[in-house]
């Protein structure tokens, strides 16, 4: 394991964690996303601190971030931009998800159509527009936040687009002691508006390179496919975990194993992972869209359960 590479993810938790209080668990699982190269979707109640771990994580990369508001009049060329006339020319104008990492902020207030802008960059990197195709910024990440589906005025998110964030978590209310010291921290202001970078983006992309080069023995590869074949044979689900899918818990691991100190995976970095990566890729039999998390959670881990372990 790299030290340089130990130092920077060690002042990256520090750094976030100095303003998202008592988030452990959900800082490192936004670490992960953006180790991985993947991006990640944020569910929760308003007010839990979504927006907060956003922007403390882009505060702390050295690049450049952007904030999309999604709202019901909201047009797909307000995310990735347009061409306007000027000097007797058409001159493409950047939209905001141009950036190193996006905050897609309730981003299911917004219709499907203008949801379905973001899926060619967030897949393939790049933006096509009049026939131009314009690559994203290297490293790209969108962090998206949504409130729950039972909240008046959201619209449910595509399968498709569902399927390209590495995972979806929820924040929860935060513990009586660290909403005690959010109260004790905000007295002079925000403190996520003075913090500072604390790594660079060359360094991201050295890491995300190396999260591609950490071991993943055949008898884990195995265990890995076990639990998503899994997904594809039960009976509670209508729908099981895509290739896609499959390949996004593969990094997902190797990411983990590398913020956990070690060039090899290990059971527990799969273990950890399975529920945030999996189940919002999979679709269960006689429920309504949006209502079924807690369910679907459980199929995963009774999927997890009935896997052996590799010893």
């Known amino acids: 394991m790299n030290p340089n590479t130990t130092a920077t993810l060690l002042r990256l938790q520090n750094n976030i964690g100095s303003v998202v209080l008592g988030k452990q668990e959900v800082i490192r699982k936004v670490l992960i996303a953006l180790l991985a190269g993947e991006h990640i979707l944020l569910e929760d109640v308003p007010g839990v601190g979504k927006t907060l771990v956003a922007k403390a994580l882009a505060k702390s990369v050295d690049g450049r971030f952007t904030r999309v508001q999604f ?12 061409s306007i006339y000027h000097d007797g020319e058409f001159k493409f104008s950047q939209g905001p998800i141009f950036a190193n990492i996006v905050l897609g902020d309730e981003i299911n207030r917004a219709p499907p159509r203008t949801q379905s802008a973001l899926l060619e960059a967030m897949s393939e990197r790049q933006a096509s527009i009049d026939g131009t195709t314009y690559p ?15 909240f008046e005025g959201t619209y449910v998110l595509p399968e498709s687009q569902l399927d390209r964030f590495l995972m979806r978590i929820d924040l929860g209310y935060p513990a009586r002691e660290a909403e005690r010291n959010v109260l004790r921290s905000h007295r002079g202001g925000e403190p996520v508006d003075t913090l500072a970078s604390v790594a660079q983006l060359a360094e991201i992309k050295t890491i995300q390179l190396q999260v591609r080069e950490i071991r993943f023995e055949d008898s884990l590869v195995d265990y890995l496919q076990d639990i998503v074949d899994r997904t594809r044979q039960s009976n509670d689900l209508q729908v099981g975990v895509s290739t896609r899918g499959t390949l996004a818990f593969y990094r997902a691991a190797q990411a983990n194993a590398l913020l956990s100190g070690r060039d090899y995976v290990v059971p527990d970095d799969i273990k950890e992972l399975a529920i945030n990566v999996l189940s919002h890729r999979v679709m269960p039999r006689g429920f309504a869209a949006g209502s079924e998390r807690v369910a679907v959670e459980s199929m995963i881990q009774r999927c997890l359960e009935s896997v052996l372990v590799p010893v």
């Open 136 to 150: 994203m910024p290297d490293p790209f990440m969108v962090i998206a936040t949504q409130n729950p589906f039972e």
């Open 71 to 82: 709202t019901p009049d909201l047009l797909p060329s307000d995310i990735v931009g347009s």
